[in-house]
């Protein structure tokens, strides 16, 4: 129910990006081997029923309530972090396209957050999204939940490595999102300049 509930939460709800949706999903993998150890023990194959369902339902709940209010919050918002995103999510779902950039968005945090309510808000087709975030949400939650598995069943105590996995995971997940940010940044920087430089020869 834990699995179900913090995968719901982080890719529906914008609150969500401070939920750790892949840690938990590795680390709850791990837990599903006989090298767990006899404290915690976790049914594999009931992990990645509340996984699945968590991480689909979410998206799809995201979407629609970014389809219904989206639109007009967008419209009359004056929040640069939420204008600037949404005109990152745009630039994001032209490059990629629609499928593409919804199945690569579960696998970057932050990301995959923001991308469902802002898909139903830039008008996305609902059939389109559903299809693909499925498809994403199947390989994301599957994909992630049984490395965790195939690790700890082929290394005996591997729940004592727990907290350095963990952390390689989150700062694996938010690499990408950085980088972003980096590159956001020094493409801005030339044109703050020119707009000094146009100001001063004015």
């Known amino acids: 129910m834990g699995v179900f509930l913090v995968l719901f939460a982080e890719t529906r709800l914008l609150v969500?990006?401070?939920?750790?949706?892949?840690?938990?999903?590795?680390?709850?993998?791990?837990?599903?081997?006989?090298?767990?150890?006899?404290?915690?023990?976790?049914?594999?194959?009931?992990?990645?029923?509340?996984?699945?369902?968590?991480?689909?339902?979410?998206?799809?709940?995201g979407?629609?309530?970014?389809?219904?209010?989206?639109?007009?919050?967008?419209?009359?918002?004056t929040n640069r972090y939420l204008v600037e995103g949404t005109a990152r999510a745009r630039r994001f779902l032209a490059r990629y396209g629609h499928g593409r950039a919804i199945v690569l968005a579960r696998f970057v945090s932050v990301v995959r957050t923001v991308i469902n309510p802002l898909a139903g808000a830039l008008e996305v087709p609902a059939g389109t999204f559903a299809l693909w975030q499925v498809a994403g949400g199947l390989l994301w939650a599957?994909?992630?939940?049984?490395?965790?598995?195939l690790l700890g069943s082929s290394i005996p105590g591997v729940?004592?490595?727990?907290?350095?996995?963990?952390?390689?995971?989150?700062?694996?997940?938010?690499?990408?999102?950085?980088?972003?940010?980096?590159?956001?940044?020094?493409?801005?920087?030339?044109?703050?300049?020119?707009?000094?430089?146009g100001a001063v020869d004015r």
């Open 142 to 149: 599957v994909g992630v939940t049984v490395a965790g598995y």
């Open 63 to 77: 979407f629609w309530l970014g389809r219904r209010g989206g639109r007009a919050l967008l419209a009359r918002t």
């Open 159 to 197: 729940d004592r490595y727990l907290l350095p996995i963990v952390g390689i995971i989150v700062v694996a997940s938010l690499m990408p999102v950085a980088l972003e940010v980096r590159r956001s940044r020094r493409a801005g920087v030339p044109s703050r300049r020119r707009d000094r430089d």
């Open 16 to 61: 969500g990006f401070f939920l750790p949706g892949d840690s938990l999903l590795f680390t709850a993998g791990l837990l599903c081997t006989a090298h767990a150890g006899d404290k915690v023990h976790l049914s594999l194959l009931l992990v990645l029923v509340a996984a699945v369902a968590g991480a689909v339902a979410g998206a799809q709940t």
